[in-house]
Nanobody, 117 residues
Framework: QVQLVESGGDLVQPGGSLRLSCAVS????????MGWYRQAPGKQREFVAG???????KYADSVRGRFTISRSNLKKTAYLEMNDLTPEDTAVYYC???????????WGQGTQVTVSS
């Protein structure tokens, strides 16, 4: 079956950096678009970043210039490099895969990112 396993979440101070990973199995990874979403307490899940099978990237306005999404088809893993983190970035971060438009049907379990001094 399809599995997405996120990792890398942590408690970090404002201005800090984290790198999230999403290991994918059960699908032909190179044929899927990948996305990262997040959900803060009391808020709806929101799009953060996406990368197509061709490597085209898209970002939410709130993270553009600070976050970078990438993928390794060899490792079947997607990454989210997060820099200059602020408390507003505190959320559970989820990865997602889709054959066409994001979001697709498959989600990971999420990884917690907390930005606090």
């Amino acid at each position: 079956q399809v599995q997405l396993v996120e990792s890398g979440g942590d408690l970090v101070q404002p201005g800090g950096s984290l790198r999230l990973s999403c290991a994918v199995s059960g699908i032909l990874f190179s044929s899927y678009n990948m996305g990262w979403y997040r959900q803060a307490p009391g808020k709806q899940r929101e799009f953060v970043a996406g990368i197509t099978i061709g490597g085209i990237r898209k970002y939410a306005d709130s993270v553009r210039g600070r976050f970078t999404i990438s993928r390794s088809n060899l490792k079947k893993t997607a990454y989210l490099e997060m820099n200059d983190l602020t408390p507003e970035d505190t959320a559970v971060y989820y990865c997602n895969v889709a054959r066409t438009s994001l979001p697709g049907d498959y989600w990971g379990q999420g990884t917690q990112v907390t930005v606090s001094s």
